[in-house]
């Protein structure tokens, strides 16, 4: 899917959505020069801005395949999200983290289980499973060093708290 507009229409429609907001606070806001945010909402300068080019990028990769434009223009949407200013914002934790970038579900683990049990993975899909491995494994690993000095501690901390009762 192409982009179907240009990108004086795109800079326009996006700059009058700005109502009320000054370029000023949005560059003061985000860190960059008051100039740069004026280019981006130009529709007269000649030069396309980023926020044309994420858009041609993002039509793009509806265009080769939909299924993963969707998949990216959610994980885009789901970036500006939880980078929204929030008074009471509970980041999601890692294992929301690994469970979203790796769309799993309850089942996952038992159907690459299955999978692999009845050799249907081909060399390929074990390969792209690795990383997600590894980062389990990491994220196992530092769970148990974790755990296992809390527990160590409360351990201690008990037996030499009985100790000092006893003693």
Do not use: W
Request: glycine share 6%.
């Amino acid at each position: 899917m192409s982009l179907i507009f240009t990108h004086e229409e795109v800079e326009e429609t996006l700059a009058n959505a700005l109502q009320g907001v000054t370029r000023k606070k949005i560059a003061v806001a985000c860190q960059l020069s008051e100039s740069y945010i004026k280019r981006q909402f130009n529709s007269n300068d000649e030069q396309m801005s980023c926020l044309f080019r994420a858009l041609q990028i993002i039509c793009g990769i509806y265009g080769v395949n939909e299924e993963t434009g969707e998949r990216f223009f959610t994980a885009f949407k789901g970036l500006v999200e939880m980078s929204k200013p929030r008074a009471n914002y509970d980041p999601p934790s890692v294992f929301d983290v690994l469970i979203e970038k790796h769309h799993l579900d309850g089942n996952f683990s038992a159907e690459i289980m299955e999978a692999l049990k009845d050799g249907k993975l081909n060399r390929r899909e074990v390969k792209s499973l690795m990383p997600f491995i590894a980062s389990l494994r990491a994220v196992c690993e530092a769970f148990d060093d974790t755990f296992n000095a809390e527990l160590k501690e409360e351990i201690e901390g008990d037996f030499f708290a009985g100790m000092n009762r006893h003693g």
